[in-house]
């Protein structure tokens, strides 16, 4: 199994070792890739990490990255989006602060996001969230400067809530957190996704 972590900005590394601990606890034989350009998309699974949204889609449309990457996921390859990554698969996405800005996205998630949700206050926090519908327990994860996701449609079904927003969704072949799974102890989300990968 190979596993593609979009490699341009925020926690690439963390989410490469957090996917190689879920591997090993699957007793999966599998290997971790940096994507940057459109050969590195040869990948059973890509996963688009925290970091800036903005700046992540400029640079993976620069690079040429971001419609095939877009025309492979729409084709059924399993994404797992974090923080800014779920941004980027939102089919809407609009600022707490500015509203609506365009800016370049994957967008093919029935999804409504909010950029910079929690605000100044709760830039980042910690809270205990329920993993139990992908077979984890109560996890203490990891929220930075995070979205929201407001509003959950179409196909996709919410896996796990705090407080009155969703947090984890998925839609077939996507998966999107607005929290960090890879700096928490607990690698369920990720070895979650590997069981989408092997479906
Ligand atoms: N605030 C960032 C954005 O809007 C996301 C933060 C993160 O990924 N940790 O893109």
Redesign the pocket.
Known sequence: MKIGVLAYQ?SFEEHALQTKRALDKLKIDGEVIAVKRVNDLDVDGVIIP?????TIGIVAQRMGLLEPLKEKIMEGLPVLG????A?MLAKDVS?AKVGKKSQPLIGVMDISVI??YYGRQRESFEANVDLRSIGGGIEKVVF????AIVKVFGNAKSLSQFKDVHVMVQENNLLATTF?PELSGTTIVHEYFISMIKK
């Open positions: 925020g925290g970091g800036e949204s903005t974090t923080c800014a990554g941004i600022d950029r910079n930075i400067r995070a979205p960090h």
